[in-house]
């Protein structure tokens, strides 16, 4: 009988935790019903713009980048760890896939994989310095954000990729068809196999985070280090993987930024970083480790995605547009902390 | 240790680049027989950033039109965005002594003293694209932002046929280049009843251009043509038409602003922009007037560089001046 009241505590508690979850989705509504009340409408119909099919898809198409840099950056944080270079790597992934495509001619698969592995080496450059020379994650990642953007002004000679930029360039003229197949809808729903790179790879992590040993590993990394190494897990190599995954995906962000604007930009992904921490953050995930989660983030992107339209679209100046940004981003970690309580 | 470390490495890197700059130089000057009479000089090149498209380019104009003159030998300095790297890259073109120095300063004020101290020791200065304070410079070489708003302004008057609805895609509004291309572009089209019925600040930014363009795709039925204040920003509004998927990239004519032979000039060619108007780089007139003064000639002290229009029907023709 005396178990009854830890019990009931217990159920409170989950309960109030789900409540948290749930404090998440309720900021997105009140987003979401913010931009429908101030939208303006179609001349037509009177059907708020917000509101349209087009309009969604293209939050999601404009945002898939920031969404596929916040799920890396996720794994990182949740592992209390944090990774600045994340833009630059796009940036030097967009440089390097677009030379591979236009410049050298490769066929695009094959430049698709050799750009994510090349991310992925950065991000293992990342977490063997920090996990085996035990350095600050802050200051390795400041270290490679500044190497991987003058890899990225190196390979492409400090000018934008694009077919005739080098005359040696195999594409002279013209898009590869490959950039104009990630950007335009698949199968008559207008959705863009940008936009699917994006949901896919977050619902998959959103599963590997909450049902594998490997997302298991990193809150319990983020949360107490020593006892995580001391309960037997192999913390180093689980940070590696963390960065690895986080670079590869920032290559992934950049090849579909260079599909985006038909272009492998080196200055490409400039401050793409802060922008995938603040969705992470906002999501709910601690900047300190071990709390939060993958559904987080994804709620996190739709948030920054919906407010950016709504301003956008609404056409609000650009000095309100500041402003308006900051207070909601406090506002949104106001209601993500009152949980913790 | 670390710390020898990081030097060495610095030196190293230092050596490398050094290394690479000389064997270029070298390779290019014994190519090239000395046919000019008269001394060698060295003119000393301060860019203030090597990030942006343009600023690449007006270095390769230096470049190409130094290649000319075998008897020209032009250091490169890229000041990184930073004001006072810049100050200290002056100052060390004065202690190098170099025969004149061209700078294309990042902010009027820092810069105004290393350039007064230059001129004080007898290093004529000209100055590219961005002014200096006061007078004490040789000769400034820049591009009127005004008149190629207006151009294009008075260009899209005559493409829509007097009236119709615009999308406007600005560059940086706190910027002057911004606010010029801005209120010259207001002017163009003073009289006419075009509209500017959607508008936002992109930054010079493609994927912002390619944003806002969204929005007002998804706000406007009826868009007859877009001003961006650069032509990645127009060429990303035809990117985010293309990519709206209802084929009103065919409708909606692209103006843009620049002209880099390999952005603006290549769209006009495959017919994704309308027209472009030409921001001159300055960087040939800077070394033909770098040479006047080297050899002991008067310059004007204010050089305004004229813009061209690129459309389909003079682009293999080099553009038309305006």
Redesign the interface.
């Known amino acids: 009988m005396s178990e009854k009241p830890v019990e009931r505590t217990d159920n409170l508690k989950r309960g109030l935790a789900a409540l948290g979850n749930l404090r998440g989705i309720i900021a997105l509504v009140a987003v979401i019903i913010l931009g429908a009340l101030f939208s303006p409408k179609n001349v037509a119909t009177g059907w708020p713009i917000f509101l349209t099919a087009q309009t969604q898809k293209d939050i999601l198409f404009e945002y898939a980048e920031y969404g596929i840099l916040a799920t890396g950056m996720t794994l990182v944080i949740l592992a209390g760890g944090i990774d600045l270079s994340v833009g630059s790597v796009l940036g030097f992934a967009a440089t390097l896939f677009s030379l591979l495509v236009i410049g050298f001619g490769w066929p695009p698969f094959v430049a698709v994989v050799v750009t994510v592995l090349a991310g992925a080496v950065v991000g293992m450059i990342n977490g063997a310095l920090i996990s085996r020379f035990k350095m600050q994650p802050f200051v390795v990642t400041l270290a490679t954000m500044v190497a991987a953007r003058g890899a990225a002004k190196w390979i492409s000679g400090g000018i934008k990729v694009a077919p005739g930029g080098q005359s040696w360039y195999h594409v002279q003229t013209g898009t590869p068809p490959f950039f104009s197949w990630l950007t335009t809808g698949v199968g008559g729903t207008g959705i863009q196999p940008i936009t699917l790179i994006f949901i896919v790879n977050i619902l998959l992590f959103i599963l590997v985070v909450r049902y594998t040993k490997f997302g298991r590993h990193l809150y319990a990394i983020g949360g107490n280090e020593e006892a995580a190494r001391l309960s037997g897990i192999r913390v180093a190599w689980d940070k590696i993987g963390a960065y690895m995954l986080c670079g590869g995906m920032a290559a992934l962000a950049g090849i579909s930024n260079c599909a985006r604007l038909e272009i492998g930009d080196p200055e490409a992904g400039g401050t793409y970083e802060l922008d995938a921490i603040a969705a992470v953050v906002i999501g709910g995930t601690s900047l300190n480790g071990g709390r939060g989660g993958m559904f987080f983030t994804l709620i996190g992107v739709l948030i920054i995605g919906y407010i950016n339209k709504i301003l956008s679209i609404n056409n609000v100046e650009e000095a309100q547009r500041l402003l308006v940004k900051g207070a909601i981003i406090i506002l949104a970690v106001l209601i993500q902390q009152r949980k913790r309580e | 240790m670390s710390k020898y470390r990081s030097i060495i490495v610095i030196a190293l890197a230092a050596a490398c680049a050094l290394s690479v700059g000389c064997g270029k130089k070298e390779s290019t000057t014994t190519g090239t027989s000395t046919t000019e009479t008269g001394k060698k000089f060295v003119i000393g090149m301060s860019q203030c950033n090597?990030?942006e498209?343009w600023r690449?380019q007006m270095n390769a104009d230096v470049k190409a039109a130094a290649a000319a003159h075998p008897n020209l030998e032009v250091l490169y300095k890229d000041a990184q965005n930073k004001t006072p790297v810049q100050q200290a890259q002056v100052k060390e073109f004065v202690e190098q002594g170099v025969n004149l120095i061209i700078i294309s300063p990042k902010e009027a004020l820092p810069l105004t003293k290393p350039v007064a101290e230059a001129m004080a020791a007898n290093i004529p200065v000209i100055v590219l694209d961005r002014k200096v304070e006061g007078d004490k410079y040789t000769s400034f070489i820049g591009a009127d932002n005004v008149k190629i708003g207006k151009e294009a302004g008075k260009f899209m008057v005559k493409l829509l046929g007097g009236k119709g609805s615009i999308v406007e895609l600005k560059g940086l509004?706190t910027s002057t280049p911004g606010q010029e291309r801005h209120n010259g572009f207001m002017e163009g089209i003073k009289g006419s009843q075009i509209k500017i019925i959607?508008?936002?600040?992109c930054h010079w930014l493609?994927?912002d251009a390619?944003?806002?363009m969204?929005?007002a795709l998804?706000?406007f039925?009826q868009i007859d043509a877009v001003y961006g204040h650069n032509d990645p920003s127009a060429h990303?509004a035809y990117?985010a038409t293309k990519?709206?998927?209802k084929g009103r990239e065919k409708q909606i004519k692209f103006i843009g602003i620049d002209s880099l032979p390999?952005?603006g000039v290549?769209y006009v060619k495959?017919g994704i922009l309308t027209a472009t108007f030409q921001y001159p780089t300055g960087g040939k007139e800077a070394i033909d007037t770098a040479l006047k003064i080297l050899n002991g000639e008067t310059v004007e002290k204010n050089i305004v560089l004229g813009t061209k229009v690129f459309t389909k029907e003079n682009v293999d023709k080099g553009g038309a001046p305006l």
């Open positions: 090597l990030g498209p690449v509004m959607f508008d936002a600040d493609e994927p390619q944003r806002e969204n929005s998804s706000r039925p990303g990117l990519q709206e998927g390999n952005e290549r495959e």
